[in-house]
């Protein structure tokens, strides 16, 4: 049974920082792009950051690029979103992603993130 579970949301000031991990079991790890996807309120699903499986070369959403950094360790099956300069705007729920070239695809049940004064 593929799980994957986040920790590490909670509450944070404007302008502090927070971070997320993400641990995988029940699947090859090393066979899977991860990625984090956010989802405030009333708003579409948005994708923040990948970590690809082969290279681990990384993308990011203009709205993060520069403040957010994306990270896995394959050792520990984990990858890890280092969120910096938190703006009221990052306030969601966070969603640990897995897919594999073979077109599977995880998630996880999500870690809200709080940006408030």
């Known amino acids: 049974q593929v799980q994957l579970v986040e920790s590490g949301g909670g509450l944070v000031q404007p302008g502090g920082s927070l971070r997320l991990s993400c641990a995988a079991s029940?699947?090859?790890?090393?066979?899977?792009?991860m990625s984090w996807y956010r989802r405030a309120p009333g708003k579409e699903r948005e994708l923040v950051a990948t970590v690809n499986a082969f290279t681990h070369r990384t993308n990011y959403s203009d709205s993060v690029k520069g403040r957010f950094t994306i990270w896995r360790d394959d050792y520990e099956s984990s990858v890890y979103l280092q969120m910096s300069s938190l703006k009221p705007q990052d306030t969601a729920i966070y969603y640990c992603?897995?897919?594999?070239?073979?077109?599977?695809?995880?998630w996880g049940q999500g870690t809200q993130v709080t940006v408030s004064p």
């Open positions: 992603h897995a897919h594999s070239r073979g077109g599977a695809v995880y």
């Open positions: 029940g699947l090859t790890f090393t066979d899977y792009h």
